[in-house]
């Protein structure tokens, strides 16, 4: 079984340093030091500095939510990989719905970023997933295989197996509704095929991939229970300290248990 990985995506929040430090050290106490669920936070970049004090001595990954493809020059207002590096990340967000769609980044940026993120040693989670529209009209899979074709082009099968991916359906993303497990595995299972395809069954295998969307404590234990959903990218939840701990123990149970 794959190690699950939960990490929190705390978007735009909290407002202050100080929120985001207490919810840093609310998540640490309860985290512990036992890693074998992988856990990570990623917030606001101001913030990183803050969190990664707090986080200094835990098992849990600080990620951040973007970074730009070059290591350094004239891009204003963007920060590069080993700037995040230095201020103690370990993870990378990369491609999330609200940046692709919101702010038209393209498949094209975001394998420019991946490739930039695995070259210093960040690991990235990349996010894909279908709108609703999409989704109707039957296209779920290939919106998920040309995002991935896109994204996670030129990577050899080692740079594969150290990508998380983060399959993300738009519609289910705060607004409450969340994909089924069974419909979360399906497109979980497409993807993996669709690695096996293009990469080999043994790196396939390795691959995390995680769902987001809507995930809570309540319907954790259900949609990690699934053979191919290897975590969760948790954002609402993930701003209360009691609902982020909720879906790591949610992890820790579907671990002891194991998988069928
Ligand atoms: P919600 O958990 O708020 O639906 O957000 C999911 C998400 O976008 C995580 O990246």
Same mark, same amino acid.
């Given at each position: 079984?794959?190690?699950?990985?939960?990490?929190?995506?705390?978007?735009?929040?909290?407002?202050?340093?100080?929120?985001?430090?207490?919810?840093?050290?609310?998540?640490?106490?309860?985290?512990?030091?036992?890693?074998?669920?992988?856990?990570?936070?990623?917030?606001?970049?101001?913030?990183?500095?803050?969190?990664?004090?707090?986080?200094?001595?835990?098992?849990?990954?600080?990620?951040?939510?973007?970074?730009?493809?070059?290591?350094?020059?004239?891009?204003?207002?963007?920060?590069?990989?080993?700037?995040?590096?230095?201020?103690?990340?370990?993870?990378?967000?990369?491609?999330?719905?609200?940046?692709?769609?919101?702010?038209?980044?393209?498949?094209?940026?975001?394998?420019?970023?991946?490739?930039?993120?695995?070259?210093?040693?960040?690991?990235?989670?990349?996010?894909?997933?279908?709108?609703?529209?999409?989704?109707?009209?039957?296209?779920?899979?290939?919106? #998920?295989? =040309?995002?991935?074709?896109?994204?996670?082009?030129? !990577?050899?099968?080692? +740079?594969? *197996?150290?990508? $998380?991916? @983060?399959?993300?359906?738009?519609?289910?993303?705060?607004?409450?509704?969340?994909?089924?497990?069974?419909?979360?595995?399906?497109?979980?299972?497409?993807?993996?095929?669709?690695?096996?395809?293009?990469?080999?069954?043994?790196?396939?295998?390795?691959?995390?991939?995680?769902?987001?969307?809507?995930?809570?404590?309540?319907?954790?234990?259900?949609?990690?229970?699934?053979?191919?959903?290897?975590?969760?990218? #948790?954002? =609402?939840?993930?701003?209360?300290?009691?609902?982020? !701990?909720?879906?790591? +123990?949610? *992890?820790?149970? $579907?671990? @002891?248990?194991?998988?069928?």
């Amino acid at each position: 079984m794959r190690p699950l990985f939960i990490a929190g995506n705390w978007k735009m929040n909290p407002s202050t340093s100080e929120a985001a430090v207490a919810l840093a050290e609310a998540v640490k106490a309860g985290v512990g030091t036992s890693a074998e669920v992988r856990v990570a936070v990623c917030p606001p970049s101001v913030f990183l500095h803050h969190v990664d004090a707090v986080l200094s001595g835990s098992p849990i990954g600080l990620g951040a939510q973007n970074m730009h493809w070059k290591p350094d020059g004239a891009y204003t207002g963007e920060l590069s990989g080993a700037m995040l590096q230095d201020i103690g990340c370990t993870h990378v967000i990369l491609g999330h719905s609200e940046r692709r769609h919101g702010l038209h980044e393209t498949d094209a940026q975001i394998n420019a970023k991946l490739h930039a993120a695995i070259g210093i040693g960040l690991i990235p989670i990349v996010c894909i997933g279908e709108t609703l529209e999409e989704r109707q009209a039957d296209q779920t899979n290939d919106v #998920v295989a =040309g995002q991935m074709t896109g994204s996670l082009a030129g !990577l050899s099968p080692e +740079q594969m *197996a150290g990508v $998380v991916l @983060a399959y993300e359906p738009v519609w289910a993303i705060g607004t409450g509704l969340t994909a089924t497990p069974s419909q979360a595995q399906a497109v979980h299972e497409f993807i993996r095929d669709w690695l096996t395809s293009k990469f080999g069954e043994a790196t396939a295998q390795r691959v995390v991939v995680q769902y987001g969307g809507s995930v809570k404590p309540d319907n954790a234990a259900e949609l990690l229970g699934a053979p191919d959903i290897d975590g969760a990218l #948790v954002g =609402g939840a993930s701003l209360k300290a009691a609902d982020f !701990l909720g879906i790591v +123990q949610a *992890a820790r149970d $579907v671990t @002891a248990k194991g998988k069928p």
